[in-house]
Every structure is written in structure tokens, then in C-alpha cells.
């Protein structure tokens, strides 16, 4: 399977060391598009929302091929459940409309 507009992604990316969790807006050979947040902000932003406080909103991103080291689907694996239902879990929202 690959990866699609629309899907929510985990991207971690090199020089500097970084990962951000979004939805994809498009892949192609020059880069990634892509609306997130940096992964170290998920559970502090969640919580955020979920309390009606205050919040960084995701932010539109292109990150060139030569940075990307991996780009992957936000999927649940054995018991525990995708960033995406985590958040929907805990905010009773879709991580899409954010």
C-alpha cells in the first residue's frame, strides 16, 4: 500500500533530526506536503484541546526528498491505537479537521 492524500502520516526526517505527525497533502520526487506538528508537541497539544486551552494549530510544511528518512502511515499496531484515534479517543475529534 502507499501512501495517499488524506491519509494521517508520521514523517521523521534527518538533518536536523526531526518528526511530525499530520495528514498528507501530496508526495512526489521533489518532496512532501504535508499539515502537522512536530511528534514532541502531540500529547501536550491534545491535551490542549481537549481542555479548551490555548493551542499551536498544525502548520502547513514541505519537506524536500533528501530530508525525509521515512514516511510512514499513522496506524495502530497490535493493541495499541494509531496518534489519529488517540486523539480522537481522547478529544472526541478527527485529527483531519485540525
Known amino acids: 500500500m502507499h501512501l495517499e492524500a488524506g491519509d494521517s502520516v508520521i514523517i521523521v526526517l534527518h538533518s ?4 511530525v505527525i499530520g495528514i498528507l497533502h501530496e508526495i ?13 508537541y502531540f500529547e501536550e ?3 490542549a484541546i481537549k481542555n479548551g486551552e490555548p493551542y ?6 514541505f519537506f524536500p526528498m533528501w ?3 521515512r ?4 496506524e495502530c499496531s497490535f493493541e495499541m491505537p494509531s496518534l489519529a484515534e488517540q486523539f480522537r ?10
Open 45 to 47: 497539544w491534545t491535551s
Open 16 to 19: 536536523p533530526r526531526e518528526k
Open 28 to 40: 512526489g520526487a521533489a518532496g512532501i506536503f504535508v499539515r502537522g506538528i512536530d511528534l514532541s
Open 89 to 98: 479517543q481522547k478529544t472526541g475529534l478527527d485529527l483531519a479537521d485540525f
Open 71 to 74: 514516511a510512514t502511515r499513522d
Open 56 to 61: 499551536l494549530p498544525m502548520q502547513e510544511y
Open 67 to 69: 530530508r525525509v528518512e
